[in-house]
Every structure is written in C-alpha cells, then in structure tokens.
C-alpha cells in the first residue's frame, strides 16, 4: 500500500475483517439501541429517568459513532487530523477547567506543538514526533519568562506542560498508529475496547461492590474494575488475534499482557482525570457532548492508552515498518 | 510566594449560545485571535473612512480598571470609542450593549461576544444583581468597561439625560471614569441609515473622575449621573471658541 493510499484512499477502508465487523457491530448496536431501551422500560427495568438518559446518550452516539468512523474509514489523513482536533478540543477543555486559559502565550505554545505533532505524525516523521515534546516543554518554559512573573511561574509552567504531555505527546500517539498500513482494525480495536471499560460501568452501576478509590470516584467500584478488566481482555484477545495475524503479538499470552493494559489504562485514564474534576471542584470538564459532558469526559480513558498501546505494539511487532518516512518533508 | 489559584473559566458549563450572553464570559485564544483582527480592520477603517481623530489620547489610563463614558447617537459610537485603546488591553474591554439588540440572535449575539467582545445589558430587566456582578467583574478581575449612561441611542444627535444605574455601578470605588465626547458618529450612521456614510468622527477625551467619596446610595447615583453628564457635555464645547462642539 502506497503512503498517499493509506493517506487519502477509502477504497480499502473494508479490507480487513475487524474493521468491517466493528463497524456493522456498531451500525447494529446504534440502530437496536432505542428498542431495547424501550423494552427495558415497558417490562420494568429501568426507571424512567434513566430511560431518558439513556435516550440522550443514544441520540448523541447517533452523532458521535459517525465522527469517530468517518475520519478512520476515509483514510489515515483524515484520522491523524481527526485526532489532532480532539487533542486541540481536550487541551481547551483542560486548559478552561484549570484556568490555564488565561495564560495565553503557554496556551499559544501548546497549541503550536500538538499541530507541529499533528503534522509530524502526517509526516510519518518519528523522530520529530519525539523530539517535539523536549522541546515544546523548553518553549512552554521560556514563554513564560516573558512575563517576568516569577509568582506562580512553577504552577503555570507544570500546567501547561502536564497539559501538552497528556493531550499532545499523549493523543499524538493514537494518531502516530495510522501510520501502519493496519492502522484501522488496530485503533477500532483501542477505541472499542476503551469503551467496553466505561460500558461495563455504566451498566453495573454504583451499586455493586465497595468503591475503588471512593474520593476520587465513587463509582467506581472494584467490581466494576475487575469485570471491565475481564470483558475488555476478552474483547482485546478475540479481535487481537486477526488484528496481529502473523506477528508475535498473535499469540494468547500477548494478547492477555496488552487486554489487561489497555483496560488498567483506560481505568487510570478514568481516574486521572476524575481526581483532576475533584482538584478542581467541577462536576463536569464541559458540556460538549449531551449525556455525557465535555469531550474530556468521554475520552479520558484514551489518553493513557494510546502511548500504551503504541508502545507496546512497536516494541513487539514496529508501528508502520516499510512505510515511507518523512513522507512531505523529505526532498527524495 | 505563590499565586497561582485554580480559576475554572467563570462560563465552563453554559452552552455556548448561553456563554455569549454570560457576564462572566472570559476570553480564550480564538476569541483573542478575533479581537485582534477585528479590531484593527475597525482601526484602519475608522482612520481611512472617518479619518478618525482623537484629542486627550494622554488622558487614558495605561491598565484597567477603568470606565469610558460618552454620548450615544450611533452604532457606530462602541467602535469608535475602543479604537483609541491599546491592542495590548483588546480581551480586557467589555463594551455593555443592549441585550434586546445585541444578544437575542445566535448570529448576532456571537459577533458580539467573539468580535466586539461585548458584555449584555438587559434594559427591562437590569436589576441590582446584574450590576453589582459588572462591579464585582470590572473591580477584581479588573477590566474596563465602555458605556453609553444614556441608556439608548439618541434619535436626534441631542445628549439625552443620563441615568442613575451607571451609578451603581461607580459610586464608593476607585475607578477612574473618563469621560469622552464623540463627534461626527450622529452624521456618520444615523439612526435610520443602515450603512455609514463617510463623514469625519472626532472623539474628545476628558480626564479621569473617580467617585470614591460618593456615597453608594439613591442620591450618591445620581451624583455620579449628573456628575458624568456635566463632564461629557462640558466637552461638547469647544475650549478655544466656547462655541458648541457638537454643532
């Protein structure tokens, strides 16, 4: 496959079997979703608040899924540039949540590296990819001297820099995986699997089990913990087997070490970020998505995932081996 | 020492159609970005199709907080009176618009927010609370504020009586109030017209008043009303000739 194919071309989007059995999987779920919510609340099972929450939540995948698809089935361009704009929108949500906002020459300087990421990533430029978080972190350093405000320098400058880490260098990483030619089975894979996580606590609710870390998140249970670990693994060994086909990753014992990562990740992910809303005193990072909050509240869970992930796939198997390098910025 | 404190944005949560409106709306970079483009295109224009002229430019005060006061007989009357300012101060100006006109459209309520950067005033229902959080705002944070005490454009290019709420907002503080007289803006968009016409604008800036020793109550209101009127009008004349600036 040619760079401007996996780049631009959607004529391959169904090739591989995970992709289009993720994507019917989800298309059924979508479509089955308001008769099973309506069955639930005929028979009983649900009150009829939660009947109405689960309606938003469902009105609001009807716009999501197709956000989250259409970039990643169009071709790896549109995926890298998808992912650029969630870390863009993250960092604003963040960055308004902190009051870090207000800093505009640190906000400019991280919104300068995660697009210089974006672009390395498009690139297929790794090792610029790496050296830009140095290097934004020296500049997010320097800008703020320009102030000449030593007061607060240390708490502006670990803001900012804990800021870009987790949303540039963080997010770039699920973006820098489109830059294998199987790129789409492997971030449906992430993307479904994390979710499976967030699933299994929504539908087991507070209720079961003694919470995990009761002041940074109530809801979360060790039996909401223990059974998304279960299910996530599950779901990472079955799609994982065609995804890695071929590879050292294939076998069930790797496959069992990254399902129990990607779901520990997605768990902390969920932690992180529900000890930054306590730090902070909100409820919610935004009001971006109907049901469900900011774009914060959503992907949260991705964010540790996906240096997770690639790393783990690049140590065993390389991310993108035999694809053109420095596709745009090399002059042969 | 520290002091850096945990401040969320003072709209984080409201829709963004319900953050235009809010009187604690705060600026992030692309509403920074905008204000900077929109006020130097407002720049150029005024200087090349108004030739905008600004005497007492020495008057202003170099950081916020402070008030601008003048006569409103324009739309033009906000543009024209930001214009003087510093780029550097663009996100800090809050010019307070009529809410019924500004803010009720999604369009147009979002051009406000995003280019004029302005704050709503709702004329049938500004109580109390809405002006002391404008105080609260214009104080702590601290901002300037752009205001037109007559409370609604004039019809006929003629001062019309300025109102006491203005007081409410000023009386017992520090902040310095300078007044300012604009000239031309009446002739340059009136009220019926939709598109200004080209016709020289002058603003005549005053020296800043404070009302620190007013007190803050009905009659101290009004003091600064009637005070800030005198002002405005005062520079309506011409210092020289004492003939009438405005004619």
Same mark, same amino acid.
Request: glycine letters at 8%; proline letters at 6%; a positive charge.
């Given at each position: 496959?040619?760079?401007?194919?996996?780049?631009?071309?959607?004529?391959?989007?169904?090739?591989?079997?995970?992709?289009?059995?993720?994507?019917?999987?989800?298309?059924?779920?979508?479509?089955?979703?308001?008769? +099973?919510?309506?069955?639930?609340?005929?028979?009983?099972?649900?009150?009829?608040?939660?009947?109405?929450?689960?309606?938003?939540?469902?009105?609001?995948?009807? +716009?999501?899924?197709?956000?989250?698809?259409?970039?990643?089935?169009?071709?790896?361009?549109?995926?890298?540039?998808?992912?650029?704009?969630?870390?863009?929108?993250?960092?604003?949500?963040?960055?308004?949540?902190?009051?870090?906002?207000?800093?505009?020459?640190?906000?400019?300087?991280?919104?300068?590296?995660?697009?210089?990421?974006?672009?390395?990533?498009?690139?297929?430029?790794?090792?610029?990819?790496?050296?830009?978080?140095?290097?934004?972190?020296?500049?997010?350093?320097?800008?703020?001297?320009?102030?000449?405000?030593?007061?607060?320098?240390?708490?502006?400058?670990?803001?900012?820099?804990?800021?870009?880490?987790?949303?540039?260098?963080?997010?770039?990483?699920?973006?820098?995986?489109?830059?294998?030619?199987?790129?789409?089975?492997?971030?449906?894979?992430?993307?479904?699997?994390?979710?499976?996580?967030?699933?299994?606590?929504?539908?087991?609710?507070?209720?079961?089990?003694?919470?995990?870390?009761?002041?940074?998140?109530?809801?979360?249970?060790?039996?909401?913990?223990?059974?998304?670990?279960?299910?996530?693994?599950?779901?990472?060994?079955?799609?994982?087997?065609?995804?890695?086909?071929?590879?050292?990753?294939?076998?069930?014992?790797?496959?069992?070490?990254?399902?129990?990562?990607?779901?520990?990740?997605?768990?902390?992910? *969920?932690?992180?970020?529900?000890?930054?809303?306590?730090?902070?005193?909100?409820?919610?990072? *935004? +009001?971006?998505?109907? #049901?469900?909050?900011?774009?914060?509240?959503?992907? *949260?869970?991705?964010?540790?995932?996906?240096?997770?992930?690639?790393?783990?796939?690049?140590?065993? +198997?390389?991310?993108?081996?035999?694809?053109?390098?420095?596709?745009?910025?090399?002059? #042969? | 020492?520290?002091?850096?404190?945990?401040?969320?944005?003072?709209?984080?949560?409201?829709?963004?159609?319900?953050?235009?409106?809010?009187?604690?709306?705060?600026?992030?970079?692309?509403?920074?970005?905008?204000?900077?483009?929109?006020?130097?295109?407002?720049?150029? %224009?005024?200087?090349?199709?108004?030739?905008?002229?600004?005497?007492?430019?020495?008057?202003?005060?170099?950081?916020?907080?402070?008030?601008?006061?003048?006569?409103?007989?324009?739309?033009?009357?906000?543009?024209?009176?930001?214009?003087?300012?510093?780029?550097?101060?663009?996100?800090?100006?809050?010019?307070?618009?009529?809410?019924?006109?500004?803010?009720?459209?999604?369009?147009?309520?979002?051009?406000?927010?995003?280019?004029?950067?302005?704050?709503?005033?709702?004329?049938? =229902?500004?109580?109390?609370?809405?002006?002391?959080?404008?105080?609260?705002?214009?104080?702590?944070?601290?901002?300037?504020?752009?205001?037109?005490?007559?409370?609604?454009?004039?019809?006929?290019?003629?001062?019309?009586?300025?109102?006491?709420?203005?007081?409410?907002?000023?009386?017992?503080?520090?902040?310095?109030?300078?007044?300012? %007289?604009?000239?031309?803006?009446?002739?340059?968009?009136?009220?019926?017209?939709?598109?200004?016409?080209?016709?020289?604008?002058?603003? =005549?800036?005053?020296?800043?008043?404070?009302?620190?020793?007013?007190?803050?109550?009905?009659?101290?209101?009004?003091?600064?009303?009637?005070?800030?009127?005198?002002?405005?009008?005062?520079?309506?004349?011409? =210092?020289?000739?004492?003939?009438?600036?405005?004619?």
């Amino acid at each position: 496959m040619s760079a401007s194919e996996r780049l631009f071309s959607p004529m391959r989007a169904f090739e591989h079997p995970v992709t289009y059995t993720v994507t019917i999987a989800v298309a059924a779920s979508l479509v089955l979703a308001p008769l +099973v919510i309506q069955g639930l609340a005929k028979v009983g099972r649900i009150t009829d608040a939660r009947r109405r929450q689960l309606w938003v939540r469902w009105q609001t995948w009807m +716009v999501m899924a197709p956000l989250v698809f259409a970039p990643i089935l169009l071709g790896a361009a549109w995926t890298i540039a998808g992912i650029g704009l969630l870390s863009l929108l993250c960092y604003r949500e963040y960055a308004r949540a902190t009051g870090l906002f207000r800093e505009k020459a640190i906000s400019l300087t991280i919104v300068l590296g995660i697009t210089l990421i974006t672009f390395a990533t498009l690139d297929n430029w790794y090792r610029l990819f790496m050296a830009l978080t140095p290097l934004t972190i020296v500049l997010i350093l320097t800008v703020a001297l320009l102030a000449d405000r030593p007061q607060g320098y240390i708490q502006r400058t670990a803001l900012g820099v804990l800021g870009f880490v987790l949303f540039g260098h963080g997010l770039g990483h699920l973006g820098h995986l489109a830059n294998d030619p199987n790129y789409r089975p492997l971030i449906l894979m992430v993307l479904v699997s994390s979710e499976m996580n967030n699933i299994v606590g929504y539908v087991l609710g507070k209720r079961t089990g003694l919470p995990l870390l009761p002041q940074t998140n109530p809801g979360k249970t060790v039996t909401n913990v223990i059974s998304g670990l279960i299910l996530t693994t599950g779901l990472v060994m079955i799609l994982g087997q065609s995804v890695f086909r071929g590879t050292v990753l294939e076998s069930w014992q790797h496959l069992l070490v990254l399902g129990v990562l990607i779901s520990v990740g997605g768990q902390l992910g *969920d932690l992180m970020f529900s000890s930054i809303k306590r730090d902070l005193g909100i409820k919610d990072f *935004d +009001v971006t998505i109907p #049901g469900h909050g900011g774009l914060l509240d959503r992907f *949260d869970s991705i964010v540790p995932i996906s240096a997770i992930v690639f790393h783990y796939v690049n140590y065993f +198997v390389g991310v993108g081996v035999g694809e053109s390098v420095r596709i745009w910025t090399s002059r #042969g | 020492m520290d002091d850096w404190k945990y401040k969320p944005a003072g709209d984080l949560g409201l829709p963004h159609h319900e953050a235009f409106k809010s009187l604690k709306r705060e600026n992030g970079l692309i509403a920074t970005a905008l204000h900077w483009i929109w006020w130097s295109f407002v720049r150029a %224009y005024l200087n090349l199709w108004h030739s905008l002229k600004v005497e007492g430019r020495e008057n202003l005060p170099n950081d916020p907080p402070f008030v601008l006061v003048a006569n409103h007989c324009s739309h033009l009357d906000a543009l024209v009176l930001s214009a003087p300012l510093d780029l550097r101060l663009r996100d800090q100006i809050f010019p307070i618009a009529a809410g019924d006109v500004f803010f009720t459209n999604p369009a147009i309520s979002a051009f406000a927010a995003m280019m004029l950067n302005a704050l709503p005033m709702w004329r049938k =229902r500004c109580g109390p609370h809405a002006l002391a959080e404008l105080k609260q705002r214009l104080i702590e944070e601290p901002c300037c504020y752009i205001l037109f005490p007559e409370g609604q454009r004039s019809r006929t290019g003629e001062m019309l009586p300025f109102k006491a709420g203005l007081g409410m907002m000023l009386a017992g503080t520090s902040v310095p109030v300078i007044p300012c %007289y604009l000239k031309g803006c009446f002739e340059a968009l009136r009220p019926e017209t939709r598109w200004p016409v080209r016709h020289s604008i002058q603003i =005549r800036i005053g020296k800043p008043i404070t009302f620190e020793s007013v007190p803050n109550t009905r009659s101290g209101w009004e003091q600064v009303a009637t005070d800030l009127q005198a002002a405005v009008k005062g520079l309506g004349y011409d =210092r020289v000739t004492s003939a009438n600036w405005q004619t």
